[in-house]
């Protein structure tokens, strides 16, 4: 499985970063502890050692005994875990603590260096893993030399439940170690990557139309990502204002030789050719709504691709109705607005504009005397437009907004007007049904594009 989230891929390379330093660590504390008390303990059989060797003498019989018994009291009951034995160069126990009760340790038989401590690990009495600490001595209970391996040992099981002990009272504060380092680099995460966050509500602004460029200020690790990006929507600039530009000298190079080819078509009909004449005009007057529409969708598709721009709804609407109700097959209509006071949608003004104006122009010609328009808000503003004309069957309806598909040929236009609508919607992304008006007639579900939060 795949981690898409920066932020969680770097929590996680964190908590195993912690996890593995605090596993180590721990481990660590505990080995380190455990030579601490081991270094003690050894210390204590040193001492020990040392008062052993102290407290030996000759017993006037040729062998040795002590002058009085060890501080310890524990070398006096049997098998409590410290230990002392005394031994002579021919491997023969000599004397050994009480402790030992029967048992006796198994020295290796390694040479000893005078006055060197040597330590061993054996096994003692009842199974006991001990440390021992012996040295090499000279007594002179006669007059010849006698060599002896002095011996004190104590069991290691101490040793083992302090470390065990020094381990489960590790692991809580390694646990709370943990979680503040978690914390910690929680916040290290979500600071380091704060920037890309504004970066992002930063484009979301410009696409928006909030802003035209990234001009907060951002830490020198992502201010050339910034740059980059405005230096892009530098770039888009130029292109639309380019392609606008191409668009404004397209059009008139086209629409100064259609405006002379009507001019000739009239001078062949004053010279009475006017079935020529009205040849010339028809191809002039295809040419030239071919010419618009193609003229419009360049234009919206530069627009679309530059500047997200936005416009009052309600002002758009109202500047459309007043124009068609000076027009005589407007002014003797009844005009219902049910809109909200203000409302903005994400299209540039002028092509909402001529959206609804296509629109409304088709539902004055087609109206008997009512054209209503009302709106509802939720996520995405949608605008209904009906009138009470004849309406338009189902089997029409589908083909209504097709390039240069008029239903009635009586009446006057282009049969583009729909079209150029549907051209605008799916533009910006919006959605253009048809379906019956309660009024009787059609009516025309304009859904505008998603308003931005």
């Known amino acids: 499985m795949k981690l898409r989230s920066l932020r969680i891929r770097l929590l996680v390379a964190a908590a195993v970063s912690i996890g593995v330093a605090l596993i180590v660590a721990g481990f660590g504390l505990v080995e380190l502890f455990s030579h601490h008390v081991e270094r003690r303990l050894d210390s204590e059989l040193e001492t020990h050692l040392t008062e052993l060797i102290g407290r030996i003498e000759p017993d006037g019989n040729g062998g040795f005994r002590l002058t009085r018994p060890l501080s310890d009291a524990r070398f006096e009951q ?3 875990g410290l230990y002392w034995q005394i031994q002579d160069d021919k491997h023969r126990i000599l004397k050994r603590s009480r ?15 005078l006055g ?26 006669t007059t010849e030399p006698h060599r002896l391996r ?9 040793l083992i439940n ?12 390694l646990g709370l170690l943990a979680a503040v380092l978690l914390m910690g680099s929680w916040w290290q995460v979500r600071t380091g ?13 410009v696409r928006s139309g909030n802003d035209a460029r990234l001009s907060e200020t951002f830490p020198d690790e992502v201010q050339p990502l910034a740059d980059e990006i405005n230096e892009l929507l530098d770039a888009r600039d130029r292109t639309v204002e380019a392609a606008r530009a191409w668009t404004a ?64 709804l309600v002002k758009v609407v109202a500047g459309v109705v007043k124009t068609l109700q000076r027009t005589p097959a407007g002014e003797s209509l009844d005009w219902e607005l049910d809109l909200p ?16 104006g296509n629109l409304l122009d088709n539902a004055t010609k087609w109206a008997r005397s009512r054209v209503r328009i009302h709106a509802e808000l939720d996520r995405e503003c949608i605008v209904f437009i009906e009138d009470d004309g004849p309406g338009v069957s189902e089997q029409q309806r589908r083909l209504i907004g097709q390039r240069g598909m008029r239903l009635d040929q009586q009446t006057s236009g282009t049969g583009l007007g729909l079209a150029i609508a549907r051209d605008i919607l799916n533009a910006y992304g919006g959605e253009l049904e048809f379906g019956v008006s309660k009024l009787g007639g059609l009516s025309v579900c304009v859904r505008l594009p998603p308003r931005q939060t």
Do not use: N
């Open 78 to 80: 049997p098998l409590s």
């Open 99 to 113: 402790s030992m009760w029967d048992a006796l340790l198994p020295l290796p038989p390694d040479e000893l260096t």
């Open 116 to 141: 060197v401590v040597h330590r061993h690990e054996l096994p003692g009495p009842a199974d006991q893993s001990l440390l021992v600490r012996e040295q090499q001595v000279i007594v002179f209970p």
């Open 150 to 158: 002095i011996v004190v040992a104590i069991d290691r099981t101490d």
């Open 162 to 173: 302090a470390r065990d002990a020094f381990a489960v009272d590790l692991m809580p504060y």
């Open 193 to 205: 990557l704060s920037p890309l966050d504004r970066i992002r509500r930063g484009v979301h602004a």
């Open 249 to 312: 000298d397209l059009a008139h190079g086209l629409k100064t030789p259609l405006t002379a080819l009507t001019a000739d078509a009239q001078r062949l009909r004053s010279q009475g050719e006017a079935g020529m004449a009205d040849d010339l005009e028809h191809l002039a007057q295809t040419m030239r709504q071919r010419v618009d529409r193609e003229l419009i969708r360049a234009r919206l598709r530069s627009e679309a691709a530059g500047r997200v721009q936005h416009a009052d």
């Open 341 to 356: 006071d203000h409302e903005d949608v994400r299209l540039p003004p002028a092509d909402l504009t001529e959206l609804l």
